[in-house]
């Protein structure tokens, strides 16, 4: 069946570095993908989204990359800010477009300073 | 420019009541849909609501029902409530039907006793 799945639950970085969050998809007819950024006490906030005719689209800070070879979606933040720290959740609309998005589990960003 | 709102934020019902949830959507959007999200998990499907009419829905039971308003806005109801239907209910709208770019509300946190 469909599913969005993240690897490692937890990231821990320092302020200033680099950030990779990695997310894996099952669903190889799945079009259309989506980074949220969730912090606590909101609900999931857009970040940027990618098609599956892209391999890399970039936004401010934020690049994602998709590979369709390996199912695998990866949401890189450039220069970690400390209001980087939330969950992040990569979504997919399924290949039917049914209209609903799939979420993943969610991965936590923790930024030390 | 006001985003998604929902109300109430917290509600506490006790098992077998029924709860209503509301939601306007974002300004200028006509399609909203709810997500439940459970701690630690990322949001579920539940239904998507476009011309008054639920369009797609998810893998919940009849207990969960919606309407959607002439004005866009939106209810969840949820009837004969159980403990596992504790969660945070996430309102999202959207344009024309889909759900690319979707915009969340903060939800609304039901704690069933």
């Known amino acids: 069946g469909e599913s969005v799945g993240l690897h490692l639950p937890t990231l821990s970085v320092q302020e200033g570095d680099n950030s990779i969050i990695n997310c894996a998809y099952s669903?190889?007819?799945?079009?259309?993908f989506i980074w949220y950024k969730q912090e606590s006490g909101k609900g999931p906030q857009f970040i940027i989204d990618?098609?599956?005719?892209?391999d890399k689209r970039q936004g401010q800070r934020v690049t994602v990359l998709l590979n369709k070879t390996v199912k695998h979606l990866s949401l890189q933040i450039a220069a970690t800010q400390p209001g980087d720290s939330a969950v992040y959740f990569c979504?997919?609309?399924?290949?039917?477009?049914?209209?609903?998005?799939?979420f993943g589990q969610g991965t936590t960003l923790q930024v030390k300073p | 420019d006001a985003g998604v709102t929902q109300s109430p934020t917290h509600l506490i019902k006790t098992r077998g009541q029924q709860v209503t949830l509301r939601c306007s959507p974002k300004?200028?959007?006509?399609?909203v849909s709810w997500y439940q999200q459970a701690l630690g998990q990322g949001p579920q499907f539940i239904f998507q609501y476009y011309e008054e009419e639920e369009r797609q829905r998810g893998n919940f039971p009849d207990r969960f029902s919606g309407h959607q308003f002439p004005n866009y806005s939106s209810e969840l109801n949820v009837n004969a409530l159980l403990l596992g239907d504790s969660a945070l209910y996430l309102c999202?709208?959207?344009?024309?039907?889909?759900?690319?770019?979707?915009?969340f509300g903060s939800g609304t946190q039901l704690s069933v006793l």
């Open positions: 669903n190889s007819a799945s079009d259309y």
């Open positions: 999202a709208s959207s344009l024309t039907g889909t759900n690319e770019k979707l915009f």
């Open positions: 979504a997919e609309i399924g290949s039917s477009n049914t209209g609903k998005l799939i």
């Open positions: 300004s200028g959007h006509d399609t």
């Open positions: 990618i098609r599956s005719n892209m």
